[in-house]
């Protein structure tokens, strides 16, 4: 079995110790290189030939991101951003994601060097995601927003009312920052609410909507516990807590908990979705399963399927990693499956909904 070969970059002998250790605990990951900066990267990519490469943000002589700019335009390859979990690192980061970046990790601190266990498998498994990736994918020119055409926060919610006929759910996990964007920039602003579980640690998920909010037409929010549903809003759950939509006091309303984590995540989709067929009817739901590792939300789609919901999963050739959508599409859970291109457009052709919902009714 050939190994995955991991070209390190980063400018402290400290954290490129780590990774190191890390990435040697395993017999399928081998460590052929370390670079202090982009520009030694450079020639080490073209001597090293590896499959994927670490790569820090903030570097002397060329920032991470500048670097990973150029080598997604000249040498497409994965890449794993080594990120600190901060509210200034997580904007940064969400940025390398949008030019091509597989995952990230928290960086490594120094108390690490005693136990890096925890760290070591987690580093390990995105490097295995990263490896088999689908970079063309990530590669593929970025569709500039002009921000300018976006309607002012003021003037989006001058055209949103509290009725809406259907919910959109939408989950997602590795390449689903990008993906998710590219949905929901091509939807108008009087969309149905749209509640969106997004594998992402806590310090990034309001970044993630923020950037969300700048780029699309629609009101981009992190939700907050028992925050009213409308349309003309998509709710991202935060990181590290489970959403779901509960009907109370005749509106229909977010939920946030912190319960034990499904399918190894918090937020979970399946959560999500199991939440929806609690509180719509079958017609009046959508769900949606976009690139992602694992299998999180297969089984809630196929609930849902089953029940008679519209069900999407995003195509193998447009996703990242094929594994949740790929595995609802296993279970038979998937009414359609489509490129990422389409997804947007689909949903606003959906099959007419009979009944209506209306808050506060």
């Known amino acids: 079995m050939n190994k995955i070969r991991v070209l390190i970059v980063d400018d402290s002998a400290l954290i490129r110790q780590i990774l190191s250790a890390a990435l040697q605990m395993t017999d399928d990951i081998e460590v052929v290189g370390s670079a202090v900066d982009p520009f030694e990267a450079r020639d080490k990519i073209k001597i090293l030939q590896p499959d994927v490469l670490t790569l820090d943000v903030e570097m002397p002589k060329m920032d991470g991101i500048a670097f990973l700019e150029n080598l997604m ?3 497409p390859m994965p890449v794993v951003m080594v990120s600190t979990l901060t509210t200034k690192a997580s904007s940064v980061t969400l940025k390398a994601l949008e030019l091509g ?10 108390s690490l060097q005693g136990d890096i266990g925890p760290f070591a498998k987690e580093v390990q498994e995105k490097i295995r995601i990263a490896a088999t990736a689908n970079v063309r994918e990530l590669a593929a020119p970025i569709q500039k927003v002009e921000l300018n055409s976006v309607p002012s926060e003021i003037q989006k919610k001058q055209s949103i009312s509290n009725s809406f006929t259907h919910i959109i759910a939408i989950g997602a996990s590795t390449g689903g920052t990008e993906a998710i964007r590219k949905v929901l920039v091509d939807l108008p602003a009087d969309t149905a609410p749209i509640v969106i579980a997004q594998h992402i640690p806590e310090s990034f ?10 780029c699309c037409e629609m009101n981009v929010v992190e939700a907050t516990n028992n925050q009213v549903v409308s349309r003309g809003y998509a709710y991202v759950a935060p990181g590290n807590s489970h959403l779901s939509i509960v009907g109370k006091n005749g509106s229909y309303r977010c939920k946030l908990d912190s319960g ?31 690139t992602g590792m694992g299998n999180d939300g297969a089984e809630g789609m196929s609930h849902l399927h089953k029940a008679g919901v519209y069900t999407i999963a995003q195509d193998e050739a447009s996703s990242v990693v094929w594994g949740m959508p790929g595995s609802a599409v296993k279970l038979n859970a998937a009414d359609e499956i489509l490129s990422l291109a389409k997804i947007a457009k689909k949903l606003l052709k959906v099959p007419h909904r009979k009944a209506s919902k209306q808050a506060g009714v």
């Open 73 to 75: 335009r000249l040498r």
């Open 101 to 110: 970046a597989i995952d990230f990790v928290a960086k490594p601190s120094a």
């Open 205 to 214: 998920s309001a970044s993630f909507a923020n950037r969300l909010n700048e």
């Open 260 to 290: 034990p984590k499904v399918n190894r995540h918090r937020p979970s989709v399946d959560v999500l979705f199991d939440s929806l067929s609690k509180t719509f009817r079958a017609n009046e739901i959508i769900a949606v399963i976009l």
